[in-house]
Nanobody
């Protein structure tokens, strides 16, 4: 599975962005998909995940109620709708695919390059 994230940019606090992740490969629908983020000087942080067939979602407490993850298996795409953005949401956002349901980065086998999200206060 090859992943390519897009949709990042500069937004004011309180604004919204929608990230997308395009996947290649016929096994996309079999993988749990997730979003992680990494701010300068910090470790990669779990944001959200969505399971393969049932589409069950899970969010980090820091984004719950503001972010929504979704996937379109027919189109091989993963999305992250981010609302009410805060300066602390600024980071490089990565999409990831794995066979296990986890919030741990090393449990994911495939990673996109990342897209920068900047939030001005």
């Amino acid at each position: 599975v090859q992943l390519q994230a897009s949709g990042g940019g500069l937004v004011q606090a309180g604004g919204s962005l929608r990230l997308s992740c395009a996947a290649s490969g016929r096994t996309f629908s079999r993988h749990t998909m997730a979003w992680f983020r990494q701010a300068p000087g910090k470790e990669r942080e779990f944001v959200s995940r969505i399971t393969s067939n049932t589409g069950l979602t899970y969010y980090a407490d820091s984004v719950k109620g503001r972010f929504t993850i979704s996937r379109d298996n027919a189109a091989n795409t993963l999305s992250l709708q981010m609302n009410s953005l805060k300066p602390e949401d600024a980071a490089v956002y990565y999409c990831a695919a794995g066979e296990r349901v986890s919030q741990i980065p090393r449990m994911y086998d495939y990673w996109g390059r990342g897209t920068q999200v900047t939030v001005s206060s």
